[in-house]
């Protein structure tokens, strides 16, 4: 089961932190991703982390913006949105995979097993 949590509004510029609360994971390994949809548009990955070794992996539009980390002890991923821009505008989705993904593999939606509800991000300009 997955929750995410922390959308809201924001000015260009402006900061978010999302947070993906997760449960009955019993698995040797999994991976937390980031997704979003604006609309009109495909759902994009967005960043995600291998829980074994903490690996991650950003889009090229996010890079340098956006930061996601995990805190185990809460079974909690965060994505901390900085320097957001109206084109960040989306709902916000986190999924989890039953496996550590590859590098390559980590922002492809169809490699996510589990997928919790949306959070809304809007941003003005």
């Known amino acids: 089961q997955l929750q995410a949590s922390g959308g809201g509004s924001a000015q260009a510029g402006g900061s978010l932190r999302l947070s993906c609360l997760y449960s009955?994971?019993?698995?040797?390994?999994?991976?937390i991703g980031w997704f979003r949809q604006a609309p009109g548009k495909e759902r994009e990955g967005v960043s995600s982390?291998?829980?074994?070794?903490?690996?991650?992996k950003y889009a090229q539009s996010v890079r340098g913006r956006f930061t996601v980390s995990r805190d185990n002890a809460k079974n909690t991923v965060y994505l901390q949105m900085n320097s957001l821009k109206p084109e960040d505008t989306a709902v916000y989705f986190c999924a989890a995979s039953r496996r550590g993904l590859i590098h390559s593999t980590m922002l492809n939606s169809g490699d996510y097993d589990y997928w919790g509800q949306g959070t809304q991000v809007t941003v003005s300009s």
């Open positions: 009955g994971f019993s698995f040797d390994d999994y991976t």
């Open positions: 982390i291998r829980n074994s070794d903490g690996g991650t």
